[in-house]
């Protein structure tokens, strides 16, 4: 982004200029370059915004790579640089009308002292570990001229302000009259002044303007005519004028960024009454994301939790089966912070995966130890032995050929399009090495120190025995 009212012509070479900067990494293949956007795009932009896509090629890592090109090019003075990708921007724009990860908005009712406060959050933002292409939009002052109707002259006219401006919205910016239809092509005729007429404050003050009983009157005795300077757009929400300060994330996750950016905020800039700040951007859909996971993180332990008393009817077992969940969240969340410590959906969603895995093989484990002393009348020491070894193959053939599928999703991790898939397979890979080994020695363990104890508290017969192990 450059400054507003750039030309095309200087937005090219500066264009150009960025591409040669690009173009000198031996990781960049290749780039296209897009100068604004039609007025009738979904996302419509003036000239003095370019997007560039880059082709890369298997080089450094991604993130020093970044790193890289966002110190050459903020050697470009006057340009404001955004680094993402394509999808990204589309729904960073469709969150929070920006095309960044973050968006700050401070709102307020005068745009000089939003851009004073602005500049300020934008210092403090960039200070924070973690935040990258911070800015603010671009605005600038652009020269206008300004036309104040006196509401005495205009009320002694017979008329109102708002017919006046209509009339003159007819004359200096047109009215359409008709059509006319050329071949298969159809063009709207519009009436309005001459160019030159409209040109100079002194054309402009001799626009007459047609009053009801006074005839034509000029516009120069219903109202004041001035040069002025004023801002080249309003941005609003909610009614409300709001500036935007923009920041991206490189290194740590957008939840903690996002955490030190308030804090740092609220001690560091004081607004005065009436003016306030909100954060907007991913991390609020990534904050809706993570509660209705964790919320059906938790139905699928409860539902989990159900359907295992209702296979064995004891809930005793039950909680024993699910003892593999913590086991394979230790191997996830080590997973995790061994290759990227930054929880992602993805993180999310694989130990929601892993849960399911992990609660098989208790159920293989512990329904054959039911088995061995239920219908062949094996002691419990012996059951326990018996089925440990007897589950140990097909235990690790499932397990193993879940995590041999998910290697490959490893192992291309940094690969463009695995940002989702690669953080799901590490947690579920690194949950089921954990709760494979440990579901072999922990849980049988468990079994027979929680079934020797239930056995010892069996009441006892009215001949002074224990009922048998099999009742």
């Known amino acids: ?157 017979g008329t109102h302000r708002g017919e006046l401006a209509e009339e003159m919205e007819e004359a200096l910016v047109g009215k359409k009259v008709t059509q006319v239809v050329e071949r298969q092509r159809t063009f709207d005729v519009v009436v309005r002044y001459d160019g030159a007429d409209r040109d100079s404050i002194e054309e402009l003050a001799r626009t007459p303007l047609a009053v009801p009983g006074h005839g034509l009157l000029p516009l120069s005795m219903l109202a004041t005519i001035r040069k002025d300077v004023g801002p080249n757009t309003i941005t609003r929400e909610n009614a409300q004028r709001k500036m935007v300060i923009m920041a991206n994330v490189a290194g740590r996750d957008l939840g903690s960024v996002v955490a030190d950016m308030e804090k740092r905020v609220t001690r560091e800039v004081k607004l005065p009454e009436g003016y306030y700040v909100s954060y907007g951007g991913q991390f609020e859909s990534q904050e809706r994301a993570s509660r209705t996971l964790m919320l059906l993180g938790g139905g699928v332990i409860v539902a989990i939790f159900l359907v295992l008393h209702l296979a064995f009817a004891s809930a005793r077992r039950a909680l024993l089966v699910m003892v593999n969940l913590p086991l394979a969240l230790i191997g996830g969340v080590v997973a995790v912070f061994a290759t990227d410590p930054v929880l992602t959906i993805g993180s999310l969603v694989g130990f929601i995966t892993l849960f399911g895995i992990a609660t098989r093989n208790g159920i293989m484990l512990v329904s054959h130890f039911d088995h061995l002393r239920t219908v062949e009348g094996a002691p419990l020491d012996e059951a326990v032995r018996r089925g440990s070894l007897e589950r140990l193959s097909p235990i690790l053939m499932t397990a193993l050929c879940a995590g041999l599928a998910l290697v490959p999703l490893v192992l291309a991790g940094n690969e463009p399009g695995n940002e989702l898939q690669a953080p799901m397979a590490v947690v579920i890979l690194g949950g089921l090495l954990s709760s494979t080994a440990l579901n072999l020695l922990v849980v049988p363990v468990l079994y027979g120190w929680v079934e020797a104890r239930a056995l010892s508290y069996r009441p006892r017969s009215a001949s002074g025995t224990a009922p048998p192990a099999s009742a």
């Open 1 to 157: 982004m450059t400054l507003p009212g750039t030309s095309l012509a200087e937005a090219d070479a500066i264009g150009r200029r960025l591409e040669t900067i690009l173009l000198e990494f031996p990781e960049v293949v290749s780039t296209a370059r897009r100068t604004g956007r039609a007025e009738l795009d979904e996302h419509a932009q003036d000239v003095n915004s370019t997007e560039m896509e880059v082709r890369l090629r298997p080089g450094r890592e991604r993130a020093a790579l970044l790193d890289a090109m966002r110190a050459r090019l903020a050697t470009v003075p006057g340009v404001t640089i955004t680094i993402g990708q394509p999808i990204s921007h589309r729904i960073d724009h469709m969150l929070s009308g920006t095309r960044a990860a973050i968006a700050v908005k401070l709102f307020g009712d005068d745009l000089f002292t939003l851009r004073m406060y602005a500049e300020q959050i934008r210092r403090v933002m960039a200070d924070v570990p973690g935040a990258v292409d911070v800015s603010i939009e671009q605005q600038i002052d652009i020269p206008q001229i300004v036309v104040d109707f006196d509401l005495d002259r205009v009320a002694r006219a």
